[in-house]
Structure formats: C-alpha cells, structure tokens
C-alpha cells in the first residue's frame, strides 16, 4: 500500500515532464537557463513566456511572467523548494559546474548523496536548483538489511572538474 493509502501504486514509467516557473524578467531567465546552462529555447511567446529544452524535446522548463513581471522571490513562504536536473554523466555535470563558473554563478552548496552527486543553487529569480548525476543502481549505498542508506556529504568539486570535457 502506498502513502496515500491507496493501496496501488503508480505506474513505475510515470516521470515528471516539464517544470513552470514563475519569473520577473523574461530575458535575463533566458540568459541564466539558455546562454548558462545551455538549454535551447524551443518556443517564445513575446515577453511574456518561453519553453526550453535539452535534445530536442518540447519543454522540459517553462518561464513565464504572467504573474510576476518584475516580482521578488518570495522568502519563508511554502512553495517550490528546487528543482532537479538530471544529467547524464558526470562529464555532464562537470560541464554544468565549469558554466556556472565561468559565469560567476556561486554554488549555495555540492553534496555527494551515495545515490547521486549534486550541485545546488539559485537561478536569477531565486528559485532552487539542483544539478545532479545518478550514480548506478548497483552502487548506491544501502544498510544490512538492503534498505537505500542515502548520505549528505561533501562533494569533492576537485574531482568532479577532472572529468573530461563534453563534447
């Protein structure tokens, strides 16, 4: 039985598709997601939204001011903690890390999970980002009796930029 009590749980291929955020400047989203990090911007619509994807899909982020053109983050309120992006490879993810310090961009804090290897931060509107890479299944950590055992540990930035270059 699920959580929720349910009793079946969801079908194990559902994924999540796309996130929409809500932010002030169109333009300057754009710079941080497209021009940064390297998403391609799929469809524009004026100044008012824009949907951005990696390889081709139709949007896996959606940015719009349509109720936040020049807006401030909202501090100590409930709502969107981060999202995560997954990469593919660390290579990946050394890339994204090499990115965000070219641009200046300050990491708020890189943790080795067990399971996976993340960086966190904030884009320009201040919402939570997580960048991160899965480790295989095989070699996620787990307790004596089999359980996941996730860790919170310092990520080792050294290492992670000794990867190789993408592309």
């Known amino acids: 039985m699920n959580a929720a009590g349910t009793g079946r749980p969801i079908d194990p291929a559902v994924r999540i598709g796309h996130v929409h955020l809500k932010v002030a400047d169109l333009d300057r989203a754009l710079a941080f997601y497209c021009g940064v990090l390297g998403f391609e911007l799929t469809q524009r619509y004026g100044e008012q939204a824009a949907f951005v994807s990696a390889g081709g899909y139709h949007h896996h982020i959606g940015l719009n001011t349509w109720e936040s053109r020049g807006g401030a983050p909202p501090p100590g309120t409930t709502g969107l903690y981060h999202v995560a992006i997954?990469?593919?490879?660390?290579?990946?993810?050394?890339?994204?890390?090499?990115r965000l310090a070219a641009a200046g961009i300050p990491l708020d804090g890189a943790s080795d999970h067990g399971v996976s290897e993340a960086l966190y931060l904030r884009d320009p509107d201040g919402n939570g980002l997580e960048l991160y890479?899965?480790?295989?299944?095989?070699?996620?950590?787990?307790d004596a009796d089999g359980a996941l055992a996730m860790t919170t540990r310092r990520l080792d930035l050294g290492s992670l930029l000794a990867e190789p270059k993408v592309g």
């Open 133 to 142: 890479v899965d480790r295989p299944p095989a070699d996620w950590p787990r």
């Open 86 to 98: 997954l990469y593919p490879t660390r290579a990946a993810l050394a890339d994204a890390a090499r």
